[in-house]
Structures are given as C-alpha cells and as structure tokens.
C-alpha cells in the first residue's frame, strides 16, 4: 500500500519547474498558457507510505506527470515499484510490482497568505492479480507561512470498500490519516529541511499492519529530513522515519532514506 504521499502529497507531486508548450514564432508579449504541464521522475533508497516500507527496505523507481491550469485545477499521476517480500507471498499476489495513484484536485488561496489543496486519490495496482486492492481516498490541505517556517495540516479519509477489509471480518473499512508539516528553507543555501507528524487509524493503521494490535488502532509515523537544490531540477534529500508498532525489518524498523530526483 502506500507513506506516499503521498496520499498525503498531491500539492507536493505539482510542484516544480513549468513546461509549457510555445507556438513557433510565438510573440514574446503572448500571455503564459493557461495549461501547464510539470513533473518528475526519481529513486529512492525506500518507499515509505505512512512509516511503512512498500518494498522491503529496497531502491523504488518513481514518476509523476500533472497537468495543470491557471484556475487551479489540476490532474495527474504518480508511480513507484513495489517489493512485499517482507510482508509476505499474500501481499505479492494482491498487490503486485507497481503502484499507480491517480489523482484530480483544486489548489490556490482562501484567505491571505493561507493556501487550500484538495481532490480525489484513487489507488491502482496493475500486477496485482488476487482480490481486490484498489481503492479511493478524497484529501484536503491548508498551508500557510509563519515567519520564516511553512506550515501545512491535511486529512485524507478513505471511506468504507472492500479494499480496506483488511481483518478479514468479510465487512467493509475505512481509515483515516491526518498530519502536520513544518519546512524552512536556510538562508543563503540550496537547502530545505522539513518535518512530518502523521497519524493513522482505520485499515492502513501501523499497529495493526505490524501485529501489534489486533484492532484498527490509531498510530503515529514521523519524519525529518532535509533536500538540496544541486543543478537546474536536479535535488538530492534525506530523511529519517520512523513509525508505531513493531519493528519488522525492512518493514516498520526506523530507517534513513535518501533520494534523487528530476523535476521538469
């Protein structure tokens, strides 16, 4: 399944440089389009989705595509391969070696210095080939600035499908994940660090996925970790995470992620 991101990062998936599409021999005064286009394409050293590792501890392969307009709405689609060998042969047949989130939203000011972002995920898994995997997930945030510091709290609720079933009671579940963001930038630097504090409770619960518990309980993932602009869409990141639960190796167990990424 997915800590990523986004389901939590529609509004951070958009984000970077703008390719647009100009006529030959356009006039430099012509307006900007109203539709852009952006994207990016990384690795990382693990995909974590919430705390928890969608591929065993192992390198993931990753891609976004969004195609945007100047009204703020907005549409895209987001990729990682997927390794559930630490989960088990269950979690293979169900879910498969690619993950594809799809994804549509609205995004831009509501008040002064103070930014809404919200649509509809849907989650797909095209190698999966046993039971039902698929599922949606509606997400809303707002961001705003404090001082220097960005601040951002989200939600995102999956209400109750078959996909979420995952205590086998033969009933339908739901979950829900709220979280809070900080960033800053250093000043006179390429550098960014940012801190995320996510809490889950439903199906996707931490506690639950690692045995802890036997109910949906809520717990707790975090991250800190700092990127680096290097050269022209090029940012290097790391990042520490950690979750509730117990500690599975490659699964739940604390780790450091690094990651490259394009962005255009």
Known sequence: MLTSIR????????????????????????PPSAITITGNVAGVTDYRFRGLSQTSGDPAIQGSININHSSGIYAGAWSSSLDFRAVGPAAVAVYGNQELDLYAGWTGPVASGLTFDGGLLYYAYPGGHVGKAEFFEPYASLTGAIGPVTAKAGVAYAWKQAALDFNADGKNDDNVYVYGELGSSIPNTPISVLGHLGWTKGALSPKFATGQTADYAGGFDYSIGASANVYKGLSLGVSYVGVDGNSIKKYSDDTVVGTIKYSF
Request: avoid cysteine; proline fraction near 4%.
């Open 7 to 30: 389901g939590l990062v529609a509004a951070s998936l958009i984000a970077g440089s703008v390719l647009t599409a100009a006529p030959a021999f356009a006039d430099e005064t012509d």
